[in-house]
């Protein structure tokens, strides 16, 4: 095989067409030119821009949310500034202190946390690189992927 030139994601977008060829699916490189909801990008080497109805977006490129376990052993630290916690205190007489807490920290903690949801807001922004894939003779385009050069 020859050598490959170019920019990174461009060497890559060659490599897997030298590959794995197949004339149904184009990889190409793109630009978003507007951001969600009213998604466009415009692809390389054509002229007109791609409309959200031509797209399909890979989730991990969207605002989504997902529902996640977390557990770690002793090797976890948390801390915050910006939480309120109210405790009832406990005194050996028997009654109750109420004391506010601003802050808190752990160190080497053990933690577990059920059930929790994360939210990944990282969706594609305007000027954001961009790998495609074209589909159904480049009526259809998937966005894989953002491309990153270093």
Same mark, same amino acid.
């Given at each position: 095989m020859e050598r490959i030139e170019g920019?990174?994601?461009s060497q890559? *977008?060659?490599?897997? !067409?030298a590959i794995g060829y197949n004339s149904d699916i184009t990889l190409e490189l793109a630009t978003v030119?507007?951001?969600?909801?009213?998604?466009?990008?415009? *692809?390389?080497?054509m002229n007109v821009e791609l409309e959200k109805d031509?797209?399909?977006?890979?989730?991990?490129l969207t605002?989504?949310? !997902? $529902?996640?376990?977390? $557990?770690?052993?002793?090797?976890t630290e948390v801390s915050s500034t910006s939480l309120s916690w109210v405790a009832i205190l406990t005194t050996p007489s028997g009654s109750g202190e109420i004391t506010e807490f601003t802050s808190f920290g752990m160190s080497s903690a053990n933690l577990t946390v059920q059930e929790a949801e994360l939210e990944f807001t990282d969706e594609? $922004? $305007?000027?954001? !690189?961009?790998?495609?894939a074209g589909i159904h003779q480049g009526?259809?385009?998937?966005?894989?992927?953002?491309?990153?050069?270093y």
């Open positions: 920019s990174g994601a890559l *977008v060659q490599l897997i !067409r030119t507007a951001p969600p909801p009213e998604l466009k990008i415009k *692809v390389d080497h031509d797209l399909i977006v890979a989730q991990s605002k989504y949310t !997902r $529902k996640v376990n977390l $557990k770690s052993e002793g090797k594609l $922004k $305007k000027d954001d !690189r961009v790998i495609v009526q259809t385009y998937l966005i894989l992927d953002r491309a990153v050069m």
